[in-house]
């Protein structure tokens, strides 16, 4: 059984910073994209950012480009999110996807496409 385990959420002022990890367990996890996306009461689940299996490809949703990273290290299967100059609207439960296609190049942006995620991590941004 897939499991994917988010961590690092919390409240940080605006301007900080926060690094969240994916932990993913159950099956082999260099070989597949991954993403994070988050989630907003009253609003659908957003793209924030994707990887492709081997971290040679990495795409942002355009109001997070410049302060978000999105890394990942198959050794210890566990992809991050490094967030900085953190905004206000920057608040919501993010979580992390596992696409279920192997050695994808491309990164994978749609929500429909992944098929494992973890439960989510509260990030909160003080104005």
């Known amino acids: 059984q897939v499991q994917l385990v988010e961590s690092g959420g919390g409240l940080v002022q605006a301007g900080g910073s926060l690094r969240l990890s994916c932990a993913a367990s159950?099956?082999?996890?260099?070989?597949?994209?991954m993403g994070w996306f988050r989630q907003t009461p009253g609003k659908e689940r957003e793209f924030v950012a994707a990887i492709n299996w081997n971290g040679g490809s990495t795409y942002y949703l355009d109001s997070v480009k410049g302060r978000f990273t999105i890394s990942r290290d198959n050794a210890k299967n566990t992809v991050y999110l490094q967030m900085n100059s953190l905004k206000p609207e920057d608040t919501a439960v993010y979580s992390c996807?596992?696409?279920?296609?192997?050695?994808?190049?491309?990164?994978?942006?749609?929500?429909?496409?992944?098929?494992?995620w973890g439960q989510g991590t509260q990030v909160t941004v003080s104005s």
């Open positions: 996807a596992g696409d279920t296609v192997g050695y994808r190049t491309a990164v994978v942006t749609t929500e429909d496409e992944y098929r494992y």
């Open positions: 159950g099956r082999i996890f260099s070989v597949y994209a």
